[in-house]
């Protein structure tokens, strides 16, 4: 099962121990609507993706206050982010490149159901079991954006222990922070805006207490929309 909380302690403080990191995926966008594979290119949201960008702000708003908001500088993240900046009280959004979706190289801008025909050295990467295995055209092996993505995190969360923090990023980028706190785990899908909670004791503790949770989205339309956050994120 993917979405899973080990118990819900969202509206308490965080221990002075650790972080506690509310990691968001973007909103929707045309492209995601449309299963065209956007990675490093910069894709704004559509309507519904700033409806879903107000619904789960609407949520953070009513949790724990945050310190300040994370987001990558990709325009379908950082216009979530200051959409939830503007529910929770206008809170700070501090654009972070870190935290950009794997970079997936000549697949970028091609629909992922003509990948195999239009591109299909890079497909073959993109498939391949050798997680060292880097896409043509300048893209990321999973090695390299599950060592960017800990690393991002484990910056943050240093940052700001004893903090609650909120990191708005991609589909991609949140199931390597999974496989770092689960590594034996299954992420299943990442919806957007779905909510995951962590929290960071340290560069060798990470406790996963809310797997990408959409409870705020289940009275909207949007529940099953968007392409991305599971294996073929992008």
Not at 70 to 85: G, M
Not at 184 to 202: A, D, E, I, R
Request: a negative charge; charged letters at 25%; proline letters at 3%.
């Amino acid at each position: 099962m993917a979405e899973f909380s080990i118990n819900d302690d969202s509206h308490s403080s965080p221990h002075p121990d650790y972080a506690e990191i509310v990691v968001v995926r973007h909103g929707e966008t045309a492209w995601n609507a449309t299963a065209k594979i956007q990675g490093h290119l910069d894709v704004e949201l559509n309507e519904n993706g700033r409806e879903q960008a107000a619904v789960v702000g609407d949520r953070l708003s009513r949790e724990a206050k945050a310190s300040v908001i994370y987001a990558s500088d990709l325009q379908r993240a950082f216009e979530t982010a200051q959409i939830i900046a503007s529910k929770c009280g206008g809170l700070e959004v501090v654009k972070d490149s870190d935290l950009r979706e794997r970079h997936l190289g000549d697949l970028q801008g091609h629909l992922y159901h003509e990948i195999a025909k239009t591109s299909p050295i890079a497909y073959k990467a993109f498939i391949s079991k050798n997680e060292d295995e880097e896409i043509p055209g300048g893209g990321e092996s999973l090695v390299q954006l599950f060592d960017r993505s800990t690393s991002a995190l484990l910056r943050i969360g240093l940052k700001h222990k004893g903090e609650r923090v909120v990191v708005v990023t991609h589909g991609g980028f949140i199931r390597a922070l999974y496989k770092r706190a689960c590594p034996n785990g299954s992420p299943g899908k990442v919806l957007n805006t779905s909510v995951s909670v962590f929290h960071l004791y340290g560069e060798d503790k990470w406790t996963l207490k809310v797997w990408s949770d959409v409870s705020h989205l289940s009275k909207t339309r949007f529940l099953e929309s968007g392409f991305g956050g599971d294996k073929n994120s992008g």
